[in-house]
């Protein structure tokens, strides 16, 4: 168990309609890395918080987006789904924001867009 | 940009056969290397890190040296075991701290 906890662990829905995803870091972390990993595009990073303020944005549609909140947890909104959406969406949080630190990964959701 | 290529997958393996996954990287910098593995149904967990040059990284009896001459982080195990069975991604960290991943390579380890 990372001490990472993603809710849900499942999500299904239709085309067009719009989702939340939750992630509760690991006590006392700072950083919330959001990634999809889907079998085309493989692993790939999305958006960092770090403290409640936006870091980095990798490749995230304009049709999702993200809030880190004053409690540390983070959201992230999916909208407009599209089939090509359905992945499996991890948070990772890690202590501070150096590149050393180790990233530790939540059990993911896996989202079905039908 | 960043970009790390691992070898094709899957490898299949005999119980205590010994395991090599190629991984090369590109980056600007000095980055971080990590190995992390993802068994059936969960999410990915740190397997070792490498922070600078001639490092290694070594945890349950997997090892990886951090090689810049040759941008390699090459994983490494002398006898595997039905356990490891996995996907295993090579990544690293460049400038900023956001893991790029390789394509990841499946493991199969048969008694």
């Known amino acids: 168990d990372s001490g990472v906890t993603q809710t849900p662990k499942h999500l299904i829905t239709a085309t067009g309609q719009r989702v939340t995803l939750r992630c509760s870091p690991r006590s006392g972390d700072l950083s919330v890395y959001w990634y999809q990993q889907s079998l085309d595009q493989g692993l790939q990073f999305l958006i960092h918080y770090y403290n409640g303020e936006e870091r980095a944005k990798g490749n995230i549609l304009e049709r999702f987006s993200a809030q880190q909140f004053p409690d540390l947890h983070s959201e992230l909104n999916l909208s407009s789904l599209e089939l090509g959406d359905s992945a499996l969406y991890f948070c990772?949080?890690?202590?501070?924001?150096?590149?050393?630190?180790?990233?530790?990964f939540g059990p993911g959701t896996r989202l079905t867009v039908l | 940009g960043n970009s790390v290529t691992q070898m094709e997958g899957p490898v299949t393996l005999s119980e205590e056969a010994f395991l090599t996954i190629n991984c090369t990287y590109t980056a600007t910098g000095y980055p971080s290397l990590f190995w992390y593995v993802q068994y059936p149904g969960e999410g990915l967990q740190l397997l070792l890190k490498?922070?600078?040059?001639?490092d290694k990284g070594s945890n349950k009896g997997f090892e990886a040296t951090y090689r810049k001459e040759t941008t390699s982080f090459h994983l490494e195990k002398g006898s595997v075991q039905v356990s490891d069975s996995a996907v295993y991604f090579c990544?690293?960290?460049?400038?900023?701290?956001?893991?790029?991943f390789g394509t990841g390579t499946r493991l199969q380890v048969t008694l």
């Open positions: 490498a922070t600078k040059a001639d």
């Open positions: 990544a690293l960290t460049g400038t900023a701290s956001k893991l790029t």
């Open positions: 990772a949080s890690s202590a501070r924001d150096r590149t050393y630190n180790e990233q530790f």
